[in-house]
Structures are given as structure tokens and as C-alpha cells.
């Protein structure tokens, strides 16, 4: 298997943000999608992918079309999307993903987790680089082989293709992500979930009292309500 699988398998085990934190990073998710390409899931590609990952992680229908509606309103404020880079103690780099409608709240909390835990954090383009972008579906297992599936998408830039208990995994480079959903879709493999994750080139292995050091800053940047996802380089194997 290849990084995604283990990159994939060391998340799965670690802790997962709570249901409430989960549905209010998929409404702002919800509100961007609606934002670029308007409130039909049918014409916006991005608002479908967005409405599979709320039922995936069993956001009620009732939320994710009041969440619609209210990201239609022209008078909602939108979120833009921020990266921010820096390393943890140790050395290990660290790559937040944040959605924010205040950039300078956004930027002065996450200066803070990062001074506060004897972090640093950098200038744009000083993490990022050592991570590659990728996108990712999870579907339903099929009567497919896998072989033939990973044959069959190869054209599209897929470079992984793994099962696990809750369906097939496609890994490919982040720019592929539009081909494949289509090929999917009219090939009614049903998506059950779908989005982009940046997997560290090397990890970096410490011992326990050092990666409690990490823990409590990646602990402190993720419950902020800005922040949608965090990567980082320490091995958790």
C-alpha cells in the first residue's frame, strides 16, 4: 500500500472532531459551494459533493437544506479560505486550513496557538511544499475488481486504490478531482463521501513526551471554530 493508505489508516485512529464541529465545518462548506455555483446540487458539482459528506457523516436533511436556503440570502457574508504554515515544537510542519469571514480574528488566534505551545509560525509557501494536495472519494464497494477499477481511472490521475470496512478509497493529485466525480457519476458508482486532504512527503517520528508537545498545539488550533482541517508531519504510527 501507499502513503494515502497509511496516511488514511494513522487518521482513522487518532481523534476525529465532534458531530457539532464536523456540521459547522460542512455548513460553511455548504455556504461556499452555494456562494460560487448557486443552490441546485444538480447544476453546482461542488454543492453535491458537499450535501454527500453531510449525509455521510449524518447531518439531518432538515439542516443541510435550511443551510442551503441560508446561504442563498445575498445578504450572508461569504468565507474565504486561508492557509496558514508554521511548525510545531520538534520541527514538525504544521498546515491549517481555515474558513473564515475575519481574517484578522483568523490570523491573531492562530499566531496565538502557535506562540502560546513554542510553535513558529511561517510565511506562506514555507510548509505547504512539503505536503502534496490530493483529493479523495470514498464509494461503495462494488462488483468491480479493484485492479480494474485503478485501471479504469488511471487516465484520470488516480494514484491509489484501497478497501477498507466503510467502502473504496481513490486517492488522486487535488486538480483531478472534478474528472473523477464525473466519471463516477455516470458510471453510477455511488459516492459516499469526497474531499481533499494534504499528506506529508516525510514524517518525523518522536518520543511520547515530544509528540504531547505537538498534541497540544494541533489540540488548540483544531477547536477553533475558523479552523476546517490540520495536517501535519509527525509520525503517528
Keep these: 500500500m501507499g502513503r494515502a493508505f497509511e496516511f488514511r489508516k494513522a487518521r482513522k485512529m487518532k481523534r476525529w472532531s465532534a458531530m457539532s464541529k464536523a456540521f459547522t465545518r460542512i455548513g460553511k462548506d455548504i455556504v461556499m459551494a452555494v456562494k460560487e455555483g448557486g443552490p441546485d446540487p444538480d447544476t453546482n458539482s461542488r454543492l453535491r459533493a458537499v450535501?454527500?459528506?453531510?449525509?455521510?457523516?449524518?447531518?439531518?436533511?432538515?439542516?443541510?437544506?435550511?443551510?442551503?436556503?441560508?446561504?442563498?440570502?445575498?445578504?450572508?457574508?461569504?468565507?474565504?479560505?486561508?492557509?496558514?504554515?508554521g511548525y510545531a515544537p520538534h520541527g514538525i510542519a504544521i498546515l491549517v486550513e481555515t474558513a473564515t469571514d475575519n481574517n484578522t480574528r483568523t490570523v491573531a488566534n492562530i499566531r496565538s496557538y502557535f506562540n502560546k505551545c513554542d510553535g513558529n509560525m511561517g510565511t506562506?509557501?514555507?510548509?505547504?511544499?512539503m505536503f502534496d494536495h490530493t483529493c479523495n472519494?470514498?464509494?461503495?464497494?462494488?462488483?468491480?475488481?479493484?485492479?480494474?477499477?485503478?485501471?479504469?481511472l488511471i487516465d484520470f490521475g488516480v494514484e491509489e486504490v484501497f478497501e477498507d470496512e466503510d467502502g473504496i478509497l481513490i486517492y488522486a493529485p487535488f486538480e483531478s478531482f472534478g474528472a473523477i466525480q464525473k466519471y463516477l457519476e455516470e458510471n453510477e458508482l455511488e459516492i459516499l463521501s469526497s474531499g481533499f486532504e494534504r499528506i506529508p512527503q516525510v514524517t518525523k517520528k518522536l518520543t511520547e513526551d515530544q509528540a504531547a508537545d505537538v498534541e497540544k498545539l494541533l489540540e488548540k488550533i483544531e477547536e477553533d471554530d475558523d479552523v476546517q482541517n490540520v495536517y501535519h508531519a509527525m509520525d503517528e504510527n
Excluded at 449525509?55 to 496558514?84: C, H, Q, T
Excluded at 506562506?124 to 511544499?129: E, K, L, M, N
Design 51 to 85: 450535501i454527500q459528506n453531510a449525509k455521510a457523516v449524518n447531518m439531518p436533511k432538515d439542516n443541510i437544506e435550511r443551510a442551503i436556503k441560508r446561504a442563498s440570502d445575498k445578504n450572508l457574508g461569504d468565507y474565504k479560505e486561508v492557509l496558514f504554515e
Design 137 to 152: 472519494f470514498r464509494i461503495q464497494k462494488t462488483e468491480l475488481d479493484l485492479e480494474e477499477l485503478e485501471l479504469e
Design 124 to 129: 506562506s509557501g514555507s510548509v505547504s511544499f
